[in-house]
């Protein structure tokens, strides 16, 4: 009964492959994000998805593509994966996305390791 | 522009000892403030939110509105609240610090 899980938990790929990885949350949230943990600990936001809908594109290279299929999943792909891609990626949820009850809650993480 | 600043990288107290993480905070309007907690191998959770103005695991966190600050405290430090402290601003999406990392020895 995991609130938002995301698969695979550890990814080691090499230089150049295309990968996806996939988070689906069953708390009926509406907004849905991506945040990227690099070696230094530090959560930046790379995306949000309100029902469905892209919200908050941060800079982040084109080889970056969330997917929604619905409003409780929301997919990473990565294309032309590069070393610098290495880190932890987070998925959260929460339940509305301006104000109110912003709480967010987060999968476990996704460890990439690109070589 | 929304911006959460938390300028001490690693911070080290013994046991019993007080501590206090701080977070600066920028925001043009009236913010809503979180403490995230991530314990080793364990997934980021909410510690504290300001608008509850609760206490967790020995907890506390004030906003001061006038220095923009939102500084997480516990009088006594336990080693097991050795982890990383995110500050996060959660007006329009979860805006995150660039963590704490508290050790706290025995």
């Known amino acids: 009964d995991t609130a938002v899980s995301q698969t695979p938990k550890y990814l080691v790929t090499q230089m150049g492959n295309d990968k996806s990885i996939k988070c689906e949350q069953n708390l009926g949230h509406d907004t849905m994000y991506w945040y990227k943990q690099d070696s230094k600990k530090f959560l930046k936001i790379m995306f949000s998805?309100?029902?469905?809908?892209?919200?908050i594109n941060e800079t982040v290279p084109n080889r970056f593509s969330p997917k929604s299929p619905d409003k409780a999943h929301l997919n990473l792909h990565i294309n032309s994966l590069e070393l610098g891609d290495s880190a932890v990626y987070f998925c959260?949820?929460?339940?509305?996305?301006?104000?109110?009850?912003?709480?967010?809650?987060f999968g476990q993480g996704t460890r990439l390791t690109v070589v | 522009a929304q911006r959460v600043t938390q300028p001490e990288k690693l911070l080290s107290v013994f046991k019993g000892a007080p501590v206090e993480l701080k977070c600066n905070y920028s925001y043009s309007g009236s913010p809503e403030l979180f403490w995230y907690v991530q314990y080793s191998r364990q997934r980021l959770q909410l510690l504290l939110r300001?608008?509850s103005r609760e206490s967790i695991k020995g907890f506390t966190a004030d906003l001061n509105k006038g220095e923009t600050s939102f500084h997480l405290k516990k009088p006594f430090a336990q080693e097991e609240d050795s982890a990383m402290y995110y500050c996060a601003l959660g007006n329009n999406d979860m805006r995150f610090g660039a963590g704490t990392r508290l050790t706290v020895k025995p």
């Open positions: 300001h608008i």
């Open positions: 998805y309100n029902n469905k809908e892209l919200i």
């Open positions: 959260a949820s929460s339940l509305g996305a301006f104000g109110g009850d912003t709480e967010a809650f």
